[in-house]
């Protein structure tokens, strides 16, 4: 069993920008797949980004180039730099570990982005 917990949401003008970290609990973080979702009032759950185990990367067109997903496997943490910060991005944001058939999620953080 895998609990995640996120942190780093707050409220932040658009054009700003903020670090989320999801710490993981148990000895197995490494071989996981870490992403990160996000949902917003009203709509269904988005795929954000995700970091491949051995390190490699994917992201949304929507955040491509503005968002940057990390992880440190010594703390057990999955990072998500987000910069240039919109007033669309404003969601609550959940943490995914997935290393299948097991898939656990965040209880979530969220972000409120002001125009």
């Known amino acids: 069993q895998v609990q995640l917990v996120e942190s780093g949401g707050g409220l932040v003008q658009a054009g700003g920008s903020l670090r989320l970290s999801c710490a993981a609990s148990g000895s197995v973080f490494r071989f996981y797949a870490m992403g990160w979702y996000r949902q917003a009032p009203g709509k269904q759950r988005e795929w954000v980004a995700r970091?491949?185990?051995?390190?490699?990367?994917n992201y949304a067109d929507s955040v491509k180039g503005r968002f940057t997903i990390s992880r440190d496997n010594t703390k057990n943490t999955a990072y998500l730099q987000m910069n240039s910060l919109k007033p669309e991005d404003t969601a609550v944001y959940l943490c995914n570990a997935l290393y299948y058939p097991d898939n656990y999620w965040g209880q979530g953080t969220q972000v409120t982005v002001s125009s």
């Open positions: 970091i491949t185990s051995a390190g490699t990367t």
